[in-house]
Nanobody, 121 residues
């Protein structure tokens, strides 16, 4: 059974940085593409970034504007999302997701419970 656990969220000042982590437990982490989504207050969940199974491919939402970096360490069963130059509009619950397929839609097979990021101005 696959389980995902996010960590690293918190309250940060605008312009600051955070690194979110997603710890995977289950079979063969390297078989799954790993993605990050977020849900801003009052809005629907939206795609942020995805990384392929080997880590060789990464894809981002347009709003990222180079401020977000997705990565993974297959030896540690962990995916990461580095967020720099945080803006108040980045305030959201951030979720990691896993699926054998690389996709932007929120149809991933497995989801974590989310970690909250609050950016104050």
């Amino acid at each position: 059974q696959v389980q995902l656990a996010e960590s690293g969220g918190g309250l940060v000042l605008a312009g600051g940085s955070l690194r979110l982590s997603c710890l995977y437990s289950g079979r063969t982490f390297s078989s799954y593409a790993m993605a990050w989504f977020r849900q801003c207050p009052g809005k629907e969940r939206e795609f942020v970034a995805v990384i392929t199974q080997s880590g060789s491919g990464t894809y981002y939402a347009d709003f990222v504007e180079g401020r977000f970096t997705i990565s993974r360490d297959n030896a540690k069963n962990t995916a990461y999302l580095q967020i720099n130059s945080l803006k108040p509009e980045d305030t959201a619950d951030y979720y990691c997701a896993a699926d054998p397929s690389v996709r932007r839609s929120a149809t991933y097979a497995y989801w974590g419970h989310g970690t909250q990021v609050t950016v104050s101005s």
